[in-house]
């Protein structure tokens, strides 16, 4: 039944960490013919900003690296767990919530994406909300290595 490789990056309030990794994401696969018809998408676990674009310091950063995103956030549903085949959590707490939430016959994966990065400092990727726009750019240069370094592997499935 799950044919597919769809990805769903979840982070807590779906404006910074989740939708920058989604935009890159669908972003690098329009490289690969072979990867073009994965459906990319992000959410959040709280409902705060439901309906908003992303954090005005996630679209600069974006913008600075000629990629585009019409995201709106949402918050994670029962749905995702069957739509998607993976799970992308952000840190140890929202993937901590994520596995609660998962209904007990879905067979999506849920990783943290920081086990993806060749050059693991730590395993989470730090909330950028409370801090500079340099924060997102370190986010960027972390979710490139691992949105990169993922695809390879999907290049191996
Ligand atoms: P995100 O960052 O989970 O990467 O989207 C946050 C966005 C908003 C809040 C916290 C983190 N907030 O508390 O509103």
Redesign the pocket.
Known sequence: MKTNNNILFV?????????MAEAMMRTYLSDYKQLKDIAVDSA?L?Q??AGDAP?PRTMEVLRRNQISTSHQ?RVISANDFSHFKYIFT?DNN?HNEVLRRKPSDSICEVKLFRDFDPKPADHQVA????GTITDFENCFSILERCCLSFIEFLKTQ
């Open positions: 982070c807590l309030g779906n404006i910074c960490r989740s939708p959040g709280q705060f900003h954090d956030a952000m929202i909330d950028p909300y409370y």
